[in-house]
Every structure is written in C-alpha cells, then in structure tokens.
C-alpha cells in the first residue's frame, strides 16, 4: 500500500526530516568525539574508589584485571589486587529506588572486609543516599568486619549495621549485599579465580 502524502505537507515533512537527520548526525559526532574524555573520567573516578577502600598501591592495570564472575547465581565483575586483595563489584535490586552496584574489597584471607563504596545508585537524596561516602560515613563501618564476628544485617533484623532514620530499606540491601557477597566469596573464591 502506497502512502499518500498531501501535497501542501510534502516540502515541511521534508524539511523536518532532514532537520531531524542532521541533529542526530551533529548529536552523534559530539558523542564520539568526547567519548574518550567519558571514559577517562569513568575510569578515574572507579580508580578513587578502589583507593579509598585500601591504602595499598593501585594502578590503572588494575582494571585490566576486570572479570565478569559469577558467586550463587548472581553475576558480577572481580577485580584481582596486586597485593592478593580481591575487588568484586556487586549489585542489588532492593535498593528503594533501583539497583544498588557497590565495590567490595577483600582481604587476602578471603574473610575480612577492606571497605565499601557505592558505585552508583537512585536513592532518596537526604535519605538513602547516606550509603554514599561523600554524604555519611555509614559505609565506613564495612572496613575491617568479618566473616564470624559479624552479623550482616541493620540492627532492626537483628544486626549489628545502624540504619538511616526513616530509610531502612537502603541500608538493609547493601548490608545483606556486602554480607552475601563476602559469604560466598569465602566458598568459592578458588574456583572463582581459576580463570588466572
């Protein structure tokens, strides 16, 4: 079936099209040529992340160290330190807003906590956004825990993580996420790893 198009509309439709041709064009030209510069700042500031979590010298190569790992069923991406400590980026859909992603350091023991940071999320600002670093130091409180002597939970359900005054929800997903995660890299960080 051919599509009719009047005549008094033909010249407009056209214009707007190629209007429309030329603004994607220009949008996509400026997106590939800052592209790089994104990148550089993506990998600058995950590189302040895994610097906050430890002391311990941290280079660009560390991200080439990136590996997509999977730990009970829930994919994730390691990262494996120079010194033996293990980085493993994780994510949580329980978060109030959305997904949740955190980088979680490990120690060489495979047992202990480094710290935290929160990647990225879409919480409640002035509420949930408290697990960021920047606004609270609640998630300060992850450094040195460990597996045995902590219970991964806020203290609501029994834990021994404060929550937020009026946002539970946010820092019971992380605290279970970091719980989780370290769990079950104690089960199965040798065959997670056997890929080096």
Known sequence: MKLF????????????????????ISVSAVYWLVRPNILAQQHAA?????????PADITTALLDTATPITLDGQAMTYYQGQNGEHFIEATTGKGYSGDIIALIGIAPDNHTLLGVRILSHKET?????????????????FAGKKLGDTRFA?????????????????????????????????????EATQHE
């Open 154 to 190: 806020v203290k609501k359900d029994g834990g021994d993580f404060d929550a937020f005054t009026g946002a539970t929800i946010t820092p019971r997903a992380v605290t279970e996420l970091v719980g989780a995660v370290l769990q079950a890299w104690a089960k199965h960080a040798d």
């Open 125 to 141: 600002p002035g509420l949930g956004d408290k697990i960021e670093a920047r606004i609270s130091p609640w998630i300060l409180g």
């Open 5 to 24: 198009i009047p005549s008094n509309i033909r010249k407009p439709a056209l214009i707007l099209g190629a209007f429309a041709c030329a603004c994607l």
């Open 46 to 54: 995950l590189l302040a992340n895994f610097r906050a979590i430890t």
